[in-house]
């Protein structure tokens, strides 16, 4: 049975790989180059787990001369008798021989150019065997660049499935298994890391890092994810290597950052960015105020929740997730507010917006989320505002159930509200004349508040 869950591997599969890797040798000295080879019976994996669309890609690129595996995560994950998050394919054909292949195939990427093959809404990602790169002068820029600290700008030189397997960065994620004889070849010992839980980056780790820093916050997620140890000579250069992360896109750093928070282990991945050191480096507002108890809270259990709606097959949003892992910068700036004599409201949303102007210069998070976090913390400040229609204004507002939570996420962290949640949580389970009692029975709102507020306030309130 497949298993999305992290963590939990089904009873046997240790056992099972421990097996392979006994028949195989694996726990001795390699003597030759080349893959480990697994034959049909060997491995748990069958033609079948591939989804059709990465059977279909694999059998249309066969049948049209080139060479193709489904290779990386999918072939580690149902190893580990885990559900793939998604099938990618490596071939011998270039990207444009592989779109010509297929009706609904397209090229993307620049630094990496690679195939997307679409099959309804499951997309497979295509991918040319990668060689190392050759410093000769007179190089394609376009086929292969590289930075003064060794950053591959492009990485576009293609080369054969050995060469393909070494540019890969971790050892699990460079088997290739090959649905046609149903086989896996494993070239970079990774089996024998799946066994032991480890995960070994190929090669020198300091150089694999400089080339693409985001090597980094990937040895995060699948430690996580996997729940499996960092080997000595992947972890030791992390550190140092950390602020390489400043010279990667805002863009790619935010879809990096959804894959880490978004993948149903938040929680034990936000533990091993803080560990690795490279949680400052995508939350720099937020990682020094960590060192308060609630703020800690906050993030932890904003994670928690996270993983818990995820692995319940509840709907989530990089909006929630973000207004939560913001939220300690906007109370610390909120104050500065304050301190001028400038409305709670005011105050508020002016932290918030610099908050946000401040991390999209490490993520860019897209309009629509920032404008979804700016009215979750907004809403904070009407929920507490009960009185006259406000209660039944807020209720209305579209956002207001993400508000709600937010709340309780604040309440679970240990602030003390009055009893808030729980007042909202009655009103919504009451009808309509019992929520008209609850509003009246609230004390009066101090008199000389509302004047004040008035005169400040601001132009964008979203009150709908
Ligand atoms: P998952 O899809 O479960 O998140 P994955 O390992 O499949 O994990 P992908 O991002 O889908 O990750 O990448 C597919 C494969 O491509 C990886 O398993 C790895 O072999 C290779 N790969 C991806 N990103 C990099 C990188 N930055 N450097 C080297 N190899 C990479
Ligand atoms: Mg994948």
Same mark, same amino acid.
């Given at each position: 049975m497949l298993d999305s869950r992290p963590y939990f591997f089904a009873p046997d599969t240790l056992s099972m790989l421990r097996r392979i890797a006994k028949k195989l040798g694996l726990s001795k000295k390699r003597k030759t180059s080349g893959p480990h080879i697994v034959p049909p019976g060997s491995h748990p994996i069958e033609p079948a787990d591939l989804s059709r669309a990465a059977s279909e890609v694999v059998s249309g690129l066969e049948q049209a001369g080139y060479k193709a595996y489904v290779v990386g995560g999918c072939v580690r994950d149902l190893m580990l008798g885990l559900k793939p998050k998604d099938f990618d394919v490596a071939t011998d054909a270039t990207p444009e021989q592989a779109k010509v292949v297929f009706r609904r195939a397209q090229i993307i990427g620049r630094r990496f150019r690679i195939v997307h093959v679409r099959f309804g809404r499951e997309v497979i990602e295509v991918t040319t065997f990668r060689a190392h790169h050759t410093s000769s002068p007179g190089n394609d820029k376009n086929l292969s660049r590289q930075s003064? #600290?060794?950053? =591959? =700008? !492009?990485?576009?030189?293609f080369g054969s499935i050995d060469e393909d397997a070494s540019r890969r960065d971790f050892s699990v994620n460079a088997m290739y298994y090959h649905p046609t004889d149903n086989t896996i070849y494993d070239y970079a010992d990774g089996l024998k890391d799946l066994e032991q839980k480890t995960l070994r980056i190929i090669g020198d780790a300091a150089t694999r890092y400089r080339e693409d820093p985001v090597r980094m916050l990937r040895a995060a997620r699948f430690a996580a994810k996997l729940d499996f140890e960092l080997d000595a000579k992947t972890f030791a250069p992390i550190a140092e290597c950390a602020p390489l992360l400043g010279d990667i896109s805002s863009a790619r750093l935010f879809d990096e950052s959804l894959k880490l928070l978004m993948s149903g282990a938040a929680l034990a991945t936000y533990e091993q960015l803080r560990q690795l050191s490279l949680f400052a480096e995508l939350f720099p507002q937020t990682a020094p105020l960590l060192d308060d108890d609630f703020y800690q809270k906050l993030i932890s259990q904003a994670m928690r929740n996270t993983d818990a709606r995820i692995n319940n097959r509840q709907r989530v949003t990089p909006a929630f997730i973000y207004a939560a892992l913001l939220w300690p910068a906007l109370i610390e700036q909120r104050k500065h507010y304050t301190d001028k004599g400038d409305s709670p409201l005011y105050a508020l949303q002016q932290a918030g917006s610099d908050a946000i102007q401040q991390q999209i210069k490490r993520t860019a998070i897209p309009r629509r989320f920032t404008t979804m976090m700016k009215e979750i913390w907004e809403l904070q400040a009407r =929920?507490? !505002? !009960?009185n006259g229609q406000n209660a039944e204004r807020v209720f209305s507002h579209p956002r207001f159930r993400a508000a709600y939570d937010f709340l309780l996420l604040r309440e679970q962290a240990? #602030?003390?509200?009055?009893g808030l949640g729980e007042w909202w949580t009655l009103y919504q389970e009451v009808d309509e004349d019992e929520r008209e009692a609850m509003v009246a029975a609230l004390p009066r709102p101090k008199s000389g508040n509302k004047r004040r507020r008035s005169r400040r306030k601001p132009k964008a309130d979203h009150a709908s």
């Open positions: 003064k #600290e060794g950053m =591959l =700008l !492009r990485d576009n030189v =929920l507490n !505002r !009960r240990g #602030e003390q509200t009055q």
